[in-house]
């Protein structure tokens, strides 16, 4: 792909998705183009990724295929402002944000301007993460599939209805935080029966991470993996029965049910500048 990606904002989801990007070759750094919030920054990540750091976003606008939209959604109105007027013909917009829907861009954007809405989460720093995209009548196939290259490059990508990104916050793109509290809930309990942290660390996320491919990759229903762990009358079962006195799977689908509300709350109402 020989088109031209710029990122406005360089944070750490769009740093992970820069490296992904250039580990796979897809697009290569002489093709990526960033704005920072400091020159500072913006030389430090130059160096790093050996990619060109442009001074204005209007540049990097006149310049981009593909524009990602990776700053703090409260901004998003003082840039689309900013660049809407210089986005190359042709080029597409991707929103990033959590909140961002894509009225609000259709909205934000002069008419005839391609955009999509997207959401990465931040297994993308490891080359592992789920992201979903919302397409829309404004895209070509062709359009569609290019996107797709760029992010299946960090890991998986879902096609799904814009009324389902709310549910996929709580899904996915929350959801890390609650493998990293059940992840260091495991070490504590490794560490009460003696295991030493670091260890009990290690353990536990790996422990995480083979449980999680097995779902990927043996296409098992998880209740019938989590039987095959169960003897009858053995230690795995006795866990599971704890779990269940203490609401575990109540715990985890409330979380995901309030984090999806919070969303729907968050989403940015479509309006004119």
């Known amino acids: 792909m020989e088109k031209k ?18 580990k796979s070759q897809i697009i290569l750094p002489e093709n990526i183009i960033g704005t920072t919030r400091t020159e500072e920054s913006g030389r430090a990540i130059e160096q790093k990724y050996n990619i060109k750091i442009e001074k204005s976003n209007i540049e990097l606008a006149r310049q981009s295929d593909y524009i990602i939209l990776a700053v ?3 901004i998003y109105d003082i840039v689309l402002k900013e660049i ?7 080029a597409i917009v991707i929103a990033i944000g ?22 990465p989460n931040t297994p993308a720093m490891v080359g592992e993460g789920i992201t979903a995209i919302s397409t829309n009548a404004g895209l070509t196939k062709e359009d569609i599939e290019s996107i797709l290259e760029i992010f299946n490059s960090f890991g998986r990508t879902e096609i799904i209805d814009e009324s389902l990104m709310d549910g996929f916050t709580g899904l996915c793109g929350s959801s890390p935080a609650y493998i990293f509290m059940l992840i260091e809930a495991m070490a504590d309990g ?23 491919k097995m ?16 003897s009858p009358g053995g230690t795995t079962i006795e866990a599971v029965s704890s779990l269940e006195d203490s609401g575990f ?21 479509p309006h004119k500048n």
């Open 5 to 22: 990606i710029g990122f406005i904002g360089c944070g750490n989801m769009a740093q992970a998705m820069i490296e992904s990007i250039i």
């Open 72 to 74: 703090k959604p409260k």
């Open 84 to 90: 809407k007027n210089d986005i190359k013909e042709g």
């Open 98 to 119: 959590a909140g961002i829907s894509s009225d609000y861009l259709k909205n934000n954007l002069k008419v005839g301007t391609k955009y999509l809405k997207a959401m």
């Open 190 to 212: 490794g560490v009460l029966e003696g295991i030493p942290r670091s260890q009990a660390y290690t353990m536990a996320a790996q422990a995480v991470l083979g449980s999680a």
């Open 215 to 230: 779902v990927l990759e043996s296409g098992i229903h998880p209740a019938q993996l989590k039987d095959n762990v169960c």
């Open 249 to 269: 799977r109540k715990s985890i689908i409330k979380a995901i049910k309030v984090c999806a509300d919070k969303s729907r709350e968050m989403t940015r109402k």
